[in-house]
């Protein structure tokens, strides 16, 4: 089982006051999938102050079990919301989601948003009535995606696609790496079906890390389809609980900057991914806060 820290302490930069404070939201993912997210609450928030943090050190999360995973979740999240006192936690992350969002809506008292996939929307918008989500492995076995379909989709042909790599695949993409179209066209290929004289039109992205190879995703695939981002709606529930909370709770807890990223495995940043972090607001240069003792 892999084994990764957690960080303690956040950055000394003192935050510059203002009146209104400004929103804080912790944005949370396994990696930098979490970042298509972002980017969409980036775009409706443009005044928040976003903490991203990507548990790079426990990447991919399909590696660990069920109960050690919500085990370390669960604990990180507590040391991250005492350095950081977020006012939201967005979890942008489909297993994470799936699996530990009772967990931490039980234990701390701030809104937390999850993301599962788009099986609603795709199943409204369908005209062939053949939809396919792709995901990793985990949430295509998680009952909470079947019970997704059997509410929202049970009139139409779903196909369930766990792809191995795809995660991966993005991750080294967005860190600037060359990645072989013919293994991504190979991991999306059960997704597009034939039944009836119909075929496949719409493709749920189920994990937050896809969306950043769809343009790769259009290249290969068989015949062109809708591919279902669930980012748009995650920052519009963002904005809805936004507008009706309070004062900020971070207004004279601490001292953190606005804009900054963790890496929990105290890498440092690709050059390939700095321009991207920049252009959402992270803060240039890029600064890291590094992992210490934790779980």
Request: one cysteine or more.
């Amino acid at each position: 089982m892999p084994s990764a820290s957690a960080p303690l302490a956040p950055s000394p930069t003192p935050l510059l006051a203002a009146e209104p404070p400004c929103r804080r939201i912790l944005v949370f993912d396994s990696g930098v999938g979490g970042l298509s997210v972002l980017r969409e609450i980036r775009r409706a928030e443009p005044g928040a102050d976003i903490i991203y943090v990507a548990d790079d050190a426990a990447f991919p999360y399909g590696a660990w079990g069920e109960s050690e995973l919500v085990a370390r979740i669960v604990a990180l999240m507590a040391r991250l919301i005492d350095a950081f006192r977020p006012d939201m936690v967005v979890i942008a992350c489909n297993t994470a989601s799936t699996l530990v969002l009772p967990g931490l809506r039980a234990r701390f008292a701030l809104p937390f948003v999850g993301t599962v996939p788009a099986i609603k929307p795709a199943a409204t918008a369908t005209q062939s009535r053949l939809v396919s989500v792709l995901a990793t492995p985990g949430t295509v076995k998680r009952d909470y995606t079947r019970a997704l379909i059997d509410t929202y989709a049970s009139h139409i042909g779903v196909t369930l696609v766990g792809s191995e790599h795809l995660a991966a695949l993005a991750e080294a993409h967005m860190r600037g790496e060359p990645i072989d179209e013919a293994r991504v066209a190979a991991e999306i290929r059960p997704c597009f079906r034939r039944a009836g004289g119909q075929r496949t039109d719409m493709i749920v992205l189920g994990c937050t890390h896809y969306p950043f190879l769809t343009a790769i995703f259009e290249r290969v695939a068989p015949w062109p389809v809708t591919w279902i981002d669930p980012a748009p709606a995650i920052a519009r529930r963002v904005s809805s609980l936004l507008a009706g909370a309070g004062r900020a709770s971070h207004a004279e807890a601490d001292d953190v900057g606005p804009g900054r990223v963790v890496f929990t495995s105290g890498r440092p940043v690709p050059t390939a991914l700095a321009p991207l972090l920049v252009a959402l607001g992270i803060g240039e240069p890029v600064r890291f806060v590094a992992p210490r003792d934790g779980v």
